[in-house]
């Protein structure tokens, strides 16, 4: 693939940037994440499908232009080194889990996460059926939800998600890594969670107090000043005073009949640190707050941590041995680990 450059907001250079994933695509109305655990000796088959991804994407995608889809893969900590040789990316470990004094954030199994979009909903199952029937018998399912766009771009809650998102050139320098690591250069981290919510009693709550707990406007999402609110705490700065921005494509999830009402928050940044010192505001509090009061209504049962590979560096996993010497094919960073 052609690299691309990019001006590296961090180092204050333009660098080549491999091209990344389409973690940058547009938010779409329907969606499908899949987080999957690696059997052991599965993973050839892992390495195989995740190297034939976008082909298997542009397959079931072509004759339906108009249905934007998508997908991006990470890996887990713990499964990168069964999947690949040499080097790790700076930032990957363990989903980190954070226990404060009334709420807790778990970490939770996941070696792969595979991240669906599209315009339509039978468009994710469709890919998603594709991936599993390759998958099938080297991999365990973690966790399966389906997300949906509700109303206009809102949570369950009632309130607008993902209104702060950076976008263009802001967005690519938030996400994808440059010179600061650049073995990986073009991938991206993202941290996931399950939120399962307690409508009954959110929706008790006068529409001013849920507005001073989330921080804007339940009508219009203009932003309003409510120290400790969920906005304020998930304002995070860097020394130089500039915020520091992620990119969220969270999604409503639920099923009426059986009472379960959700978000799946998942967050694309350059560096795991700034999601990371969000959720510590958020469980852990910050300054006088003792946490986020929307804690108080839903509840996390899932967190895990994946590297995304650019695009370039997904191809590659499914390099073959060279015959004449053993050695794994060319990832560029190290080999290919034999299974």
């Keep these: 693939m052609t690299d691309t450059g990019r001006r590296d907001g961090q180092e204050g250079r333009t660098v080549e940037v491999p091209a990344p994933q389409p973690v940058l695509s547009p938010l779409t109305t329907a969606s499908l994440f899949l987080v999957l655990t690696v059997d052991p000796g599965g993973e050839p088959v892992v390495r195989e499908l995740l190297a034939d991804l976008a082909g298997l994407q542009r397959s079931v995608g072509f004759g339906h232009p108009d249905g934007r889809l998508s997908v991006v893969a990470g890996i887990g900590s713990a499964c990168w080194d069964r ?56 991999v365990a399912v973690a966790d399966e939800v389906t997300g949906f766009t509700y109303l206009d771009q809102r949570d ?44 009954d009693a959110w929706n008790r709550l006068p529409v001013e107090q849920q507005e001073r707990i989330v921080g804007r406007r339940k009508l219009t999402n203009v932003e309003i000043d409510s120290p400790g609110s ?42 795991p640190e700034v999601t990371e010192e969000m959720l510590r505001h958020m469980f852990l509090g910050d300054g006088p707050v003792s946490h986020d009061r929307i804690l108080d209504f839903s509840t996390a049962v899932t967190g895990t941590l ?25 990832l560029g960073i190290g080999d290919l680990r034999s299974s």
């Design 156 to 199: 369950l809650l009632g309130f607008v998600d993902g209104t702060e998102n950076p976008v263009g050139r802001a967005a690519a320098e938030a996400v994808l890594i440059g010179a600061e690591d650049p073995d990986f250069a073009g991938g991206a981290y993202v941290i996931v969670q399950k939120y399962l919510h307690d409508l």
């Design 230 to 271: 969920h906005v304020e705490l998930n304002t995070i700065t860097g020394p130089d005073g500039r915020e520091r921005q992620i990119l969220r494509d969270n999604m409503p999830f639920g099923s009426p009949g059986s009472g379960e009402f959700g978000t799946y928050f998942i967050g694309y940044a350059r560096t």
């Design 306 to 330: 994946f590297f995304v590979p650019s695009a370039d560096l997904l191809e590659d996993l499914g390099a073959e041995e060279d015959a004449g010497t053993g050695e794994a094919g060319s």
């Design 83 to 138: 999947l690949v040789d040499g080097p790790r990316p700076a930032g990957l470990h363990p989903f980190r889990e954070l226990q404060g004094a009334r709420h807790r954030a778990p970490a939770t199994p996941g070696d792969l996460l595979l991240h669906i979009r599209a315009a339509r909903q039978d468009l994710c199952f469709s890919l998603g059926s594709e991936i599993m029937s390759r998958l099938r018998g080297a």
